[in-house]
């Protein structure tokens, strides 16, 4: 089990049918708006692969936001099923969660945090929060 994509977008979608991954916008920092003081709408990407030792099988994602000082924001978790490998194709899963009511009340590094299975596979990214000018 590898996290082989982790990244924050304007925008993410699965279709479904064809399994097609949709991104629009990927960044890693923005500065808020001067006038106005809504919450910020972020869209985490994930793809997790698996090779024939996890497949078939149910497996834990857990998803945490904490912000500059190390306050966890936002904590969910779930299970999920990692298909049976086709031949030659490793499985892979793709999750697009979106996080709508962000408040992001200070400057600083946020940091997004995946954790597969209880720490078998880690990964994070950041969005840098800027200053808003004067």
């Known amino acids: ?7 924050t977008a304007e925008y993410a979608a699965v279709e479904s049918g ?6 629009l ?5 923005f500065k808020p708006e001067s006038d106005a003081e809504s919450p910020v709408r972020v869209y985490l990407v994930t793809r997790i692969r698996g090779d ?13 936001i904490t ?6 924001l936002v904590e969910i978790s779930g299970n999920f ?11 892979e ?8 009511q962000l408040e992001f009340n200070q400057e600083g590094m ?3 945090n995946v954790d597969v299975d209880d720490g078998v596979e880690q990964a994070s990214t950041l969005i840098q929060v800027l200053a808003q000018e004067a």
């Open 52 to 64: 024939q030792t996890d497949v078939p099988s149910t497996h834990r994602l857990k998803v945490n």
């Open 67 to 72: 912000d500059p000082s190390g306050v966890t």
């Open 93 to 100: 899963c793709d999750f697009v969660l979106e996080f709508n």
């Open 81 to 91: 099923d990692m298909s049976a490998t086709i031949s030659g194709v490793y499985p």
């Open 110 to 112: 946020y940091s997004f």
């Open 1 to 7: 089990m590898k996290i082989v994509m982790l990244l």
């Open 25 to 29: 916008g990927v960044y890693n920092r």
């Open 18 to 23: 064809s399994g097609k991954l949709n991104i």
